[in-house]
């Protein structure tokens, strides 16, 4: 028999003695791309969803699909730059913002497409 009950703390709030209590933490915490999946998921593939999130298996998934949405935007964007190369940062800055800015759309674009909603 499991006795960590024995173990809990408590605060005084008001009259009240209220436990200690916190919630396991995820491993690690869902970005962009994990996210965007997570909402994806709920809003058109509900039970996809939520069987997913009774098995274990969501985290894990929503994780995996976010390294590899970060790995693909960087392998997208270095061909992109290689096709179509940016002005010089130096000399024109805003041309050079502007351009990335438009790369990174294309690409977010695709991962987007690949990974994310499909």
Request: hydrophobic share 35%.
């Amino acid at each position: 028999m499991n006795m960590n009950s024995r173990n809990v703390t408590y605060s005084t709030v008001g009259d009240y003695q209220l436990p200690n209590l916190t919630l396991p933490q995820q491993e690690k915490a869902l970005g962009k791309y994990g996210r965007l999946r997570r909402t994806y998921l709920m809003k058109h593939r509900p039970v996809l969803y939520n069987s997913m999130l009774l098995s274990g298996t969501l985290h894990p998934h929503l994780l995996e699909v976010e390294q590899t949405a970060e790995s693909r935007m960087q392998q997208t964007m270095q061909e992109l730059l290689k096709q179509n190369p940016a002005p010089n940062k130096e000399r024109h800055q805003m041309e050079w913002v502007q351009h990335m800015n438009s790369l990174k759309a294309q690409a977010e674009e695709l991962v987007m497409n690949e990974l994310i909603y499909s």
